[in-house]
């Protein structure tokens, strides 16, 4: 009698994938997926996988795997197991600067005056003066420790985004 072994955990590659959320009103549909009838599938959508015919049902995203397969897979597990990495390639200080100098002051307000405000909001709970730039470098730090903790990529682009407003505040001196 062969001796079965314990269940063991496992960590899943980082390999990027391409995948295409599936909304039936859209057309071209992700490719693969038909009517369901058309693969003898007793359901109103479905994608051919290795496996045969699987039900692919609105917000499902069609994931084409590392050798060119496709399969369905729940709005919910997708994100889970999944983190959106377009644009990865553009350098982090081009998607600072675009952030920066786009729409973030027609959404937020001038960056100066945030800081300001958050300064004169931790001079009520600390008691001390702080100047809009402490604030700025307060956000530096955050993002720097948040980095030290878990990278994501968004905290290095927002870090170098602070600098930016740091410099941009002195008058590039």
């Not at 109103?44 to 045969?52: H, K, M, S």
């Not at 997708?78 to 786009?102: C, H, M, R």
């Amino acid at each position: 009698m062969r001796c079965v072994t314990e269940p063991k955990k496992y960590r899943k590659r980082p390999v990027v994938i391409t995948a295409q959320q599936f909304d039936p009103d859209e057309r071209p549909w992700p490719e693969g997926v038909v009517e369901g009838n058309t693969i003898s599938i007793d359901a109103p959508f479905a994608i051919q996988t290795l496996e045969g015919p699987h039900l692919v049902t609105p917000g499902d995203f069609i994931i084409t795997g590392v050798q060119g397969e496709k399969y369905p897979c729940k709005n919910d597990i997708f994100w889970q197991t999944y983190d959106d990495v377009t644009g990865s390639d553009t350098p982090a200080i081009e998607i600072a600067a675009k952030l920066v100098n786009g729409d973030r002051a027609a959404e937020y307000g001038s960056a100066k005056d945030n800081f300001q405000t958050a300064a004169d909001l931790l001079k009520l709970i600390r008691r001390k003066d702080l100047t809009a730039e402490d604030i700025a470098w307060v956000q530096v730090c955050l993002k720097l420790a948040r980095e030290g903790t878990k990278h994501k990529r968004d905290n290095i682009i927002d870090a170098i985004g602070y600098l930016e407003l740091i410099d941009q505040g002195r008058g590039r001196e």
